[in-house]
C-alpha cells in the first residue's frame, strides 16, 4: 500500500497546456506556452518585466481565466475545477493582502477559520507555523508595524496554513534584505525536500534560481523561450572561459598560442589571453600543465563558469539583473490590463 506522503506527491503536479491569456486590443500576455512541473520540485519561472509571469500565475492559481488552453494543477483543471484548485495551492504573492491592525496570531486564526479548520487546529498550526518562519517574538504585535521581510515571512507562514500541496511563490524575495531572503530560501528548499511540497517560483534573482530551482523555464515576450535544469541551460549557452596573465606582459600572444589547443580564443583583459573551452573546466589542469612546459610563469589564472545570466541575455537580449531594476521601479502591472478595468 502506497504511504501517504508517496500518494500525496503523485497528485502535486502542474501541467499546462497550450496556455493562452489574451487581454483588449489583441495583446497575449501568456501566448501558447506549454510546461510541466513534476510532483515535488521547485520550478524557477524567469522573465523579464511584463514578460507574462504574473499572468502565468494568476491564471494557474484561478485569479485569471484563461483566453484557450489547458492547465492541471494538483490534478485538477484550472477553469472546470477551480474550487478544488484553490483547496490544493497555497499562494504568496507579489503584494502580501495582510491586515496592518491585526496581529500575526490573529491572521493566522483568520486564515484557518476561512479554510474551515477546527479551532483547535489552526490555533497550533498557526503557532507552529509563526515560530518556523521566526515570527515568534512578534506574534502578538500588529503587522502594520512589520518590517518587509517580517511580512513576507508572514505570507508565507498564511499560505501553508492549510498543508497545500501547490505552493505559488511569486517574486517572493523582491525588496529583501539578504538575512531575510536567505531565511526564506532555506524554508523553499525544506519544504520541497521534507514536505514533497511542489513549488512555482517566479523570482528577479538570479542566485535565487539557481540555487533553489530543480528546473527552469524562461519566459519572454508571452512563450517559453528555454527549459530545462539550471546546468542543462548554462551548458547550452556558453562553455566555460579560462583567461590567464602571464606575468611578463610581453608574453601575452605567447599565452594566447598555448591556450588555442584547448578552444577558441575570445577577449580578455588587455594584459591576459582568454579561451573558452572546448571540453569544460577539466582541462583546467592541462592548461596549467601546459604554461609549467613552455616556461610562461602565470600571474593570474582564472576560470569563468557560464551563468544564468548569460542564459537569460542569450535567450531574451536583455540582462535579468536589469529587469530586476526595472521591475522594482515599475512593478509588474503592466502585465495585467484586466486586472485595472480591462475585461476578462
Same mark, same amino acid.
Given at each position: 500500500?502506497?504511504?501517504?506522503?508517496?500518494?500525496?506527491?503523485?497528485?502535486?503536479?502542474?501541467?499546462?497546456?497550450?496556455?493562452?491569456?489574451?487581454?483588449?486590443?489583441?495583446?497575449?500576455?501568456?501566448?501558447?506556452?506549454?510546461?510541466?512541473?513534476?510532483?515535488?520540485?521547485?520550478?524557477?519561472?524567469?522573465?523579464?518585466?511584463?514578460?507574462?509571469k504574473s499572468t502565468t500565475v494568476h491564471m494557474l492559481t484561478t485569479l485569471l481565466p484563461p483566453t484557450s488552453g489547458s492547465a492541471t494543477v494538483a490534478g485538477h483543471d484550472v477553469v472546470?475545477?477551480?474550487?478544488?484548485? %484553490?483547496?490544493?495551492?497555497?499562494?504568496?504573492?507579489?503584494?502580501?493582502?495582510?491586515?496592518?491592525?491585526?496581529?500575526?496570531?490573529?491572521?493566522?486564526?483568520?486564515?484557518?477559520?476561512?479554510?474551515?479548520?477546527?479551532?483547535?487546529? %489552526?490555533?497550533?498550526?498557526?503557532?507552529?507555523?509563526? =515560530?518556523?518562519?521566526?515570527?515568534?517574538?512578534?506574534?502578538?504585535?500588529?503587522?502594520?508595524?512589520?518590517?518587509?521581510?517580517?511580512?513576507?515571512?508572514?505570507?508565507?507562514?498564511?499560505?501553508?496554513?492549510?498543508?497545500?500541496?501547490?505552493?505559488?511563490? &511569486?517574486?517572493?524575495?523582491?525588496?529583501?534584505?539578504?538575512?531575510?531572503?536567505?531565511?526564506?530560501?532555506?524554508?523553499?528548499?525544506?519544504?520541497? %525536500?521534507?514536505?514533497?511540497?511542489?513549488?512555482?517560483?517566479?523570482?528577479?534573482?538570479?542566485?535565487?534560481?539557481?540555487?533553489?530551482? &530543480?528546473?527552469?523555464?524562461?519566459?519572454?515576450?508571452?512563450?517559453?523561450?528555454?527549459?530545462?535544469?539550471?546546468?542543462?541551460l548554462k551548458a547550452e549557452v556558453g562553455r566555460p572561459t579560462v583567461e590567464v596573465v602571464p606575468t611578463d606582459h610581453s608574453e601575452r600572444n605567447r599565452a594566447e598560442e598555448l591556450l588555442?589547443?584547448?578552444?577558441?580564443?575570445?577577449?580578455?583583459?588587455?594584459?591576459?589571453?582568454?579561451?573558452?573551452?572546448? =571540453?569544460?573546466?577539466?582541462?583546467?589542469?592541462?592548461?596549467? %600543465?601546459?604554461?609549467?612546459?613552455?616556461?610562461?610563469?602565470?600571474?593570474?589564472?582564472?576560470?569563468?563558469?557560464?551563468?544564468?545570466?548569460?542564459?537569460?541575455?542569450?535567450?531574451?537580449?536583455?540582462?535579468?539583473?536589469?529587469?530586476?531594476?526595472?521591475?522594482?521601479?515599475?512593478?509588474?502591472?503592466?502585465?495585467?490590463?484586466?486586472?485595472?478595468?480591462?475585461?476578462?
Open positions: 500500500m502506497p504511504s501517504r506522503k508517496g500518494s500525496r506527491q503523485q497528485a502535486n503536479g502542474i501541467v499546462v497546456s497550450g496556455l493562452v491569456r489574451e487581454f483588449k486590443g489583441g495583446v497575449r500576455a501568456v501566448d501558447g506556452i506549454d510546461f510541466q512541473v513534476r510532483p515535488g520540485e521547485i520550478y524557477g519561472f524567469l522573465g523579464p518585466n511584463g514578460a507574462g472546470r475545477e477551480g474550487a478544488a484548485v %484553490r483547496d490544493a495551492i497555497g499562494a504568496a504573492l507579489q503584494e502580501a493582502a495582510l491586515d496592518p491592525n491585526l496581529t500575526a496570531r490573529e491572521h493566522m486564526r483568520l486564515q484557518g477559520a476561512l479554510h474551515g479548520m477546527p479551532k483547535e487546529e %489552526r490555533s497550533k498550526r498557526g503557532d507552529e507555523l509563526i =515560530d518556523r518562519v521566526g515570527l515568534s517574538d512578534a506574534a502578538e504585535r500588529k503587522v502594520g508595524g512589520y518590517s518587509g521581510g517580517m511580512k513576507r515571512r508572514l505570507d508565507l507562514a498564511l499560505a501553508l496554513l492549510h498543508g497545500p500541496r501547490v505552493l505559488f511563490l &511569486d517574486e517572493p524575495t523582491t525588496g529583501l534584505d539578504v538575512q531575510s531572503r536567505t531565511a526564506l530560501w532555506d524554508e523553499v528548499a525544506r519544504l520541497s %525536500r521534507d514536505d514533497g511540497t511542489t513549488i512555482f517560483l517566479t523570482t528577479q534573482y538570479l542566485e535565487e534560481a539557481d540555487q533553489l530551482a &530543480d528546473h527552469l523555464g524562461i519566459i519572454d515576450h508571452g512563450k517559453i523561450v528555454a527549459a530545462g535544469t539550471p546546468d542543462e588555442r589547443p584547448f578552444g577558441e580564443l575570445v577577449p580578455g583583459t588587455p594584459q591576459g589571453a582568454a579561451v573558452r573551452l572546448d =571540453d569544460g573546466s577539466e582541462e583546467l589542469a592541462d592548461i596549467i %600543465r601546459a604554461f609549467d612546459q613552455a616556461g610562461v610563469r602565470v600571474a593570474n589564472l582564472e576560470l569563468h563558469e557560464a551563468s544564468l545570466n548569460d542564459v537569460f541575455l542569450t535567450k531574451t537580449g536583455r540582462s535579468l539583473e536589469g529587469a530586476q531594476r526595472e521591475a522594482a521601479e515599475e512593478g509588474e502591472s503592466g502585465e495585467h490590463p484586466a486586472l485595472e478595468g480591462a475585461p476578462a
